[in-house]
């Protein structure tokens, strides 16, 4: 996959505990980068799944009430 290369701006304290963590890592400060972005998506798609798997858990006798249990459920016509 190509690289993009990206320029931001950070206080030193930051752009030190990076370059720290980078080196304690053995991979350097790209690498570093690009895994926290990996993880921070991974941690958000993760998030995403577990809040809908508990909003369908909390509202399962609704949606089934209202839709029946697929196409063999009690309501065929689920129009409005």
Do not use: C, W
Request: hydrophobic share 40%.
């Amino acid at each position: 996959m190509a690289k993009k290369q990206l320029n931001v701006r950070v206080d030193a304290t930051t752009a030190e505990m990076a370059r720290e963590r980078a080196e304690q890592q053995g991979i350097s400060m790209n690498q570093y980068i690009e895994r926290l972005v990996q993880h921070d998506m991974g941690e958000a798609g993760r998030n995403f799944v577990d809040t809908a798997a508990q909003f369908m858990k909390e509202h399962e006798l609704a949606f089934l009430a209202e839709f029946g249990d697929g196409p063999t459920g009690d309501r065929q016509d689920v129009r409005r």
